[in-house]
């Protein structure tokens, strides 16, 4: 059974980073890409970015590209993603999930239980 | 980048009622249109993938179609836990797979 089993909730400062993990199990890690989703409180789900741990390749959402890096560690099936200059806004529910793709066609399937991070002076 | 538009942003309807929601995307993107059920507090859950058809485990009375540019869900018979807010993503622009603003299903 697929599992995806993310860190715990942060409390960061404006100006701070916070990296976030996913630890995945059930599934071959290499063989399926990982991508990042946000929720702003009360807000709808904005896709963060995407990362394939064949080979690390990356893409990000251009309103946070320079400010977020994608990595993978496949020696313990963890995906993680690392957030800097952290402001007011970046104050949401962080969420993994796992790509799937059957016949060409993407979905995410498996999600992560979500991660609160919270930016605040 | 593709848009994505949802109508309506929210209803109220009663149990055993049939409840449909539209999704716009603002260009053609075939049959490659996901939809996804979130609960208060949970992350979303995959509910229909291009565009109609079933995730395994799903009841049967969630169903969705459409192409091209215009979308569908339709829950045949509102049952109490189908409350939550339901997002369309299109999966057409890879990878950057947008979601619709969501439309938020409550009873009446």
């Known amino acids: 059974q697929v599992h995806l089993v993310q860190s715990g909730g942060e409390v960061k400062k404006p100006g701070a980073s916070v990296k976030v993990s996913c630890e995945t199990s059930g599934y071959t890690f290499a063989d399926y890409g990982i991508v990042w989703v946000r929720q702003a409180p009360g807000q709808g789900l904005e896709w963060m970015g995407w990362i394939t741990p064949y080979n690390d390749k990356t893409r990000y959402a251009d309103n946070l590209e320079g400010r977020v890096t994608m990595t993978t560690d496949a020696s313990t099936n963890t995906a993680y993603m690392e957030m800097r200059s952290l402001r007011s806004d970046d104050t949401a529910v962080y969420y993994c999930?796992?790509?799937?793709?059957?016949?060409?066609?993407?979905?995410?399937?498996?999600w992560g239980q979500g991660t609160l991070v919270t930016v605040s002076s | 980048d593709i848009q994505m538009t949802q109508s309506p942003s929210s209803l109220s309807a009663s149990v055993g009622d049939r409840v449909t929601i539209t999704c716009r995307a603002s260009?053609?993107?075939?049959?490659?249109l996901n939809w996804y059920q979130q609960k208060s507090g949970k992350a979303p859950k995959l509910l229909i993938y291009?565009?109609?058809n079933l995730q395994s485990g799903v009841p049967a009375r969630f169903s969705g179609s459409g192409s091209g540019t215009d979308f569908t869900l339709t829950i045949s018979s509102l049952q109490p836990e189908d409350l939550g807010t339901y997002y369309c993503q299109q999966s057409y622009n890879t990878p950057s797979f947008t979601f619709g603003p969501g439309t938020r299903v409550d009873l009446k």
């Open positions: 260009r053609s993107i075939g049959t490659y």
């Open positions: 291009a565009a109609s």
């Open positions: 999930a796992r790509e799937f793709v059957r016949f060409g066609d993407y979905s995410y399937d498996s």
